[in-house]
């Protein structure tokens, strides 16, 4: 009985450990958050997310570069096993290209970016985004600059698309 019980400690342990590094690393469609100078709570997404009503429609009618009529000022990231895109990235920017998602532990998810406009550059980064939260933080690692390599840390927020059948 007592071997019985070590197996079965030994057991729930072990998958324990193994069970965080198979969760699947979040993807879809995700609001800007505006303020990048606070972290928001996710209380704060979702009163962004109920002030401008965001929906895949909107956001991809911003992804091909057509702004809908009556839109605030909203930017998207999109978020797919392949691809990394965002709707405010500019020519030569790395925010925005072929991702390879690593690991994914409790929250965070490591992976990494090669930029469509610079293709020979890897640019390592996390997604953290906590289960029951709406708040999604996305830091690119040692982003090339003028001033020199810096992190770049993003803030966005889950939203549920209503628009879509």
């Known amino acids: 009985m007592r071997l019985r019980q070590t197996i079965g400690v030994l057991l729930a342990a072990s998958l324990a ?9 979040p993807t879809g469609v995700f609001l800007w958050f505006p303020d990048q100078g606070a972290v928001p709570s996710s209380a704060d997404c979702d009163a962004l997310v109920r002030r401008i009503r965001p929906s895949r ?3 991809d009618a911003l992804l091909w570069g057509r702004v809908p009529f009556g839109s605030d000022m909203e930017y998207y990231l999109f978020l797919d096993q392949r691809r990394m895109e965002t709707t405010y990235a500019a020519e030569g920017d790395y925010d925005t290209g072929s991702v390879r998602f690593g690991q994914t532990r409790g929250d965070e998810t490591v992976f990494e970016l ?7 550059e890897t640019i390592a980064g ?10 999604v933080k996305v830091v690119l690692r040692n982003v090339p600059s003028s001033n020199g390599a ?5 803030y966005f927020c889950r939203f549920e698309d209503d628009t879509e059948a």
């Open 17 to 25: 450990g193994i069970l965080p590094a198979l969760a699947e690393p």
């Open 57 to 59: 429609e909107k956001a």
């Open 114 to 120: 090669i930029p469509d406009d610079h293709p020979t």
């Open 126 to 135: 996390n997604i953290i985004a906590p289960a029951g939260s709406s708040v």
């Open 150 to 154: 810096a992190d770049r840390v993003t």
